[in-house]
């Protein structure tokens, strides 16, 4: 079976394509598959190297008038001109879309040429690609059920499969998880992250907040900062007496997740999934923009008990420092948080996508 896969160029459309094709190679070693992705994106050398990919010329197109988004429009019909080529010489059975404009020539002219289609959508706001394309698709996979109310009209051909994660996300022996990144055992752990690139305000806040704490001592950070900010807060931190631990990025994810006893973090679909495998307690701070889809996913794990929200309009260090004090000197509720995890989410989701999509009846 030949299947073609295409997604946009952030990490939160990315790996969850990624994760999906090493659960089906998983099962169907032989299959044939092509990785179509926008030139700019931000995969690795080191990730792209298992797979077969292709490039498009397609960038985002913003609705007010300007040269980048003239520009941005010429792309799309560049895309459109490589999507057709694309499709013609691979020849797939069906095209697996991970939303973003980069899917919407693919995808629709995969459904013109009736080729079988299936959607992924990773978040609880469904992307503007995937309504678009929704009329498209032969099956529709939802990460989250709350997802049904924004799609009702589709509702004979959608399934709950849960967003993937990779094989290496696995769950590490605490202890083992703080020696690998130099922690002490008896010190309350926090990991603050802003995203694939980082996020300014969260670090910044963060920093100011950590500084006010009185018995910080106490304390130790993980704190994936990104690379704008990585200068400052390494300086910030190197005059503060409490143990930490700063990276750009950090690849192996899964030491600093079974390490932590917080995380301070944004609400992508992809950190959801993480925190919900996990089931690590976590202050989200959505971002306020991308018409609120972080906010949405946040309050999936806030209506079960896993989280706090903060909204970024209302962030303060004194009201993260609260925050953190309360949980902190709580480990009742911080093992409530982990309970209320339960259930959001299917643990199989790459199975489940994988079945799904090779699933012609």
């Not at 050398?45 to 397609?58: G, M, P, R, T």
């Not at 004090?325 to 199989?348: K, Q, S, T």
Request: glycine share 6%; hydrophobic share 45%.
């Amino acid at each position: 079976m030949k299947i073609l896969v295409v997604t946009g160029r952030s990490g939160g459309h990315i790996y969850p394509a990624l994760s999906f094709l090493e659960a089906l190679y998983d099962k169907h070693i032989d299959a044939q598959t092509l990785l179509v992705l926008p030139r700019k994106n931000v995969l690795s050398d080191k990730e792209s190297f298992a797979f077969n990919i292709a490039y498009l010329s397609i960038t985002p197109i913003g609705l007010r008038p300007s040269k980048k988004n003239l520009r941005g429009l010429l792309n799309f019909c560049k895309g459109t001109l490589e999507s057709a080529c694309i499709l013609s010489s691979f020849k797939p059975d069906v095209v697996v879309g991970f939303g973003s404009i980069a899917s919407l020539p693919m995808v629709f002219l995969a459904w013109l040429w009736r080729i079988r289609v299936v959607l992924h959508e990773q978040n609880v706001i469904p992307g503007m690609a995937n309504r678009i394309l929704a009329f498209c698709a032969d099956r529709i996979a939802l990460s989250f059920r709350e997802t049904l109310r924004y799609l009702k009209h589709y509702h004979d051909k959608i399934f709950v499969t849960g967003n993937p994660l990779r094989k290496k996300l696995c769950v590490i022996p605490r202890q083992e998880a703080l020696g690998y990144l130099g922690l002490q055992e008896n010190k309350f752990t926090i990991l603050v992250m802003g995203g694939s690139q980082g996020s300014q305000r969260i670090n910044m806040e963060f920093m100011r907040c950590i500084s006010l704490l009185e018995n910080r001592s106490s304390f130790q950070v993980i704190h994936l900062a990104g690379g704008r900010d990585y200068d400052v807060l390494e300086k910030a931190y190197s005059v503060l007496k409490i143990n930490f631990r700063l990276f750009c990025f950090l690849e192996a994810m899964q030491y600093a997740y079974s390490a932590a006893d917080l995380v301070i973090s944004r609400s992508g679909a992809t950190t959801i999934t993480e925190l919900n495998f996990f089931k690590v307690p976590a202050i989200l701070i959505p971002y306020p923009f991308a018409h609120k889809h972080q906010l949405e996913n946040a309050r999936i794990l806030s209506e079960r008990g896993g989280a706090v929200i903060l909204e970024e309009d209302s962030l303060s260090a004194l009201k993260l420092k609260a925050e953190i004090g309360l949980l902190a000197a709580d480990p009742v509720r911080l093992e409530d948080m982990r309970r209320g995890y339960e259930g959001i989410m299917p643990a199989n989701a790459g199975q489940l996508l994988t079945d799904l999509v090779l699933d012609n009846n």
